[in-house]
């Protein structure tokens, strides 16, 4: 069974940085050096929207958090980080650990980031 488990998010007051990490487990180590791996985010009243992408050899970020945000992998350990720095308000939500895949994408159970200003 394919489980995604994050950790990491908090309380913070705008302009901190937090470290967010997922583990992944379940899935075979060849499927998961090639998977693209990302982390959305949910604001209240809001979609869930990916803020940042990974694959082998790749990194891809949404506007809103591009030059502050760095995703990366670790394949020996199946995990996922995302260092965010310099966070606003906006930047408020739940994150959500995701496997992309054209087939669904596989979430995690989410950690809650809470930037205060």
């Known amino acids: 069974q394919v489980q995604l488990v994050e950790s990491g998010g908090g309380l913070v007051q705008a302009g901190e940085s937090l470290r967010l990490s997922c583990e992944v487990s379940?899935?075979?180590?060849?499927?998961?050096?090639?998977?693209?791996l990302g982390w959305y985010r949910q604001a209240p009243g809001k979609e869930r929207e990916l803020v940042a992408s990974?694959?082998?050899?790749?990194?891809q970020y949404d506007a809103s958090v591009n030059g502050r945000y760095i995703i990366s992998r670790d394949n020996a350990r199946h995990g996922l980080y995302l260092q965010m720095n310099n966070l606003k308000s906006e930047d408020t939500a739940v994150y959500y650990c995701?496997?992309?895949?054209?087939?669904?994408?596989?979430y995690g159970q989410g950690t809650q980031v809470t930037v205060s200003s």
């Open positions: 990974i694959t082998s050899t790749t990194t």
């Open positions: 379940g899935v075979p180590a060849l499927i998961f050096n090639h998977s693209t």
């Open positions: 995701t496997i992309l895949s054209s087939r669904g994408n596989v």
